[in-house]
């Protein structure tokens, strides 16, 4: 459903989505700092020439200014990206490079104290429960594009999203779009814009079905509030604000503690539905740190994961798929300070295999870092946290910062050596 506030923005460029999954990729650029760690230059594994294909065909009609043509990347992740760190900086290479098109999906919420999305704050009432795909929650499993679900029956319980500024410049949006829930027992939910009531949503319906409701509005920045009116059960997933383009939109979905089988969680229907709606270009899956913790899980990779990527692909219309290997994860040993841990090859080598089988590419991230020892270098230059696994902050822009220049280099080979045969896609939202 879509509902127009002031001037009609042009419409949005046709689209053809794309699968990419990560679990971090790292390569070493000597401008960010003084003194950098060493690092391997290497390149997407792809045997079959084609993992990033259908990705790179969006990327070249947002390169060429199409009207309208906006790509759309969705990175999902664990506690790396929660805060927005490492999906910050590559978002902001990406729209500096190709133009931007928004902020994108924004939960509807905090899982976690430290959520975060640049560009946009959030905040809301107390009475609201949050569920989240890892902790358990609803037993239909339906946590939505971000996988976590904001749920109240209360009256005048409120979650807002309010745009805010990225280095002195305003964010700015044409476009709202809910994200909810329809189902038997739903309620009212009124939609504000700018502290003007735009309209009120029926989310009940006598089947439940993931639900989408577009506002259209003159771009600029904006400040969205959602409101309960208290006469049924309101289930909200997220909001997405975005520009009409050409751009690049960059969702950051992580999922604090997760591994890579969190998303087979989730109700495989209703996935499908939320990344066929969504209908990204690139869908980056960037887990690895926790598997670290699950030797058992990754002697099962094949049988828990593989069917995940197949899923993933599915329901983003069998898109293209990239799978990036785990950072390095040190730990401490008394006679030779750091090192690393040896689960993180099997890792990387399990990654691999399942990559290959599911007909993705890899990109080898332990490798890139420098292999052995990497986390005692890396924490030695102040790029890894205490823990010897999370990134600090300049060791997250840093991996923002080489993922997108990975991609980059990919995507100039590609454009050196083929014809853009694609067919043209729908409206971009």
Sequence with gaps: MVCTVGPMSRRVAPHVPVLVVLAIAVAFPRSLVAEPAAIVPIEIEDPTGRALERFFAALRRTASKQPGAITRIAHYGDSLIVGDGITRSARRRFQARYGDAGPGFVLAGRPWDWYRREGVRLGGSTGWDTYRSLSGGPADRFFGFGGST???RREHQRVWFETTEIEGRRVKASSIEVHYLAHPRGGDLDVLVDGDHVLTIATKRDETVSAFHTVRVPEGPHKVVLRTVGNGQ????????????????????????????????????HMEQQLGHRRPDLVIVGFGANESNRPGLVD??????????????????????????????????????????????????????????????????????????????????????????????????????????????????????????APARRGGQ
């Design 150 to 152: 904001f749920v109240t």
């Design 234 to 269: 309101v289930r909200l997933f997220g909001v997405v604000l975005e520009r009409d383009g050409p751009g690049i939109v960059y969702d950051s979905l992580g999922i604090n503690g997760a591994s890579t089988d969190v998303l087979g969680r989730m109700d495989p229907v």
């Design 300 to 421: 099962r990779y094949r049988e828990e994961v593989l069917p995940v990527l197949r899923r993933l692909r599915h329901g983003s219309r069998d898109a293209s798929c990239l799978v990036v290997g785990p950072i390095d994860r040190g730990v401490r040993d008394d006679r030779r300070g750091v090192r690393s841990h040896p689960i993180v090859m099997r890792i990387s080598r399990a990654q691999r295999e399942v990559s290959r089988d599911a007909g993705c590419g890899f990109y080898d991230t332990f490798a890139v870092m420098g292999g052995e020892g990497a986390a005692q270098r890396w924490h030695a230059r102040g790029l890894t946290g205490g823990d010897l696994v999370h990134p600090t902050p300049e060791g997250s822009d840093l991996l923002g910062q080489v993922l997108f220049e990975a991609l980059e280099r990919a995507f100039t080979r590609y454009r050196a050596t083929s014809i853009d045969h």
